[in-house]
């Protein structure tokens, strides 16, 4: 019983930690487009990486499920590719916790870098 409570918290951390990797440094560099940057759709592209934070969560996790399942738009052609199926797996778990925690990230991100005097930068 010990071990498979360890097993748990070691994956929970190792999910949690490589997540935020990722988060950091994708959130900071949509984050800084979205802030600095004039570009057609950015209002568009806004909206997209708001979405996680206004679906329920079961929506956010039927998207991801439909786009990497094992017939998904991005798990079939991955699947067929290289035989790796990404559900269920631990890799799974740290996309979704990705998707789930980019949109915070980029809205603090963001309102930090608009915050700044332009002419500090």
Same mark, same amino acid.
């Given at each position: 019983m010990e071990s498979s409570? &360890? *097993?748990s &918290?070691?994956?929970s951390l190792q999910v949690a930690a490589i997540a935020t990797v990722f988060v950091l440094i994708a %959130? +900071? +560099?949509i984050a800084y487009l979205l802030a600095m940057k004039n570009f057609r759709g950015k209002e568009f592209v806004d909206m997209i *990486?708001? &979405?996680p934070l206004v679906l329920p969560p079961t929506v956010t996790g039927y998207f991801l499920i439909v786009l990497? %399942?094992?017939n998904g738009v991005v798990g079939r052609p991955l699947f067929a590719l290289t035989g790796w199926q990404i559900m269920f797996t631990w890799q799974a778990a740290v996309l979704a916790s990705f998707v789930v925690a980019l949109p915070l990230m980029i809205k603090t991100a963001r309102a930090a870098m608009e915050s700044v005097?332009?002419?500090l930068l």
């Amino acid at each position: 019983m010990e071990s498979s409570i &360890l *097993f748990s &918290l070691k994956l929970s951390l190792q999910v949690a930690a490589i997540a935020t990797v990722f988060v950091l440094i994708a %959130g +900071v +560099v949509i984050a800084y487009l979205l802030a600095m940057k004039n570009f057609r759709g950015k209002e568009f592209v806004d909206m997209i *990486f708001t &979405l996680p934070l206004v679906l329920p969560p079961t929506v956010t996790g039927y998207f991801l499920i439909v786009l990497f %399942g094992r017939n998904g738009v991005v798990g079939r052609p991955l699947f067929a590719l290289t035989g790796w199926q990404i559900m269920f797996t631990w890799q799974a778990a740290v996309l979704a916790s990705f998707v789930v925690a980019l949109p915070l990230m980029i809205k603090t991100a963001r309102a930090a870098m608009e915050s700044v005097d332009e002419n500090l930068l």
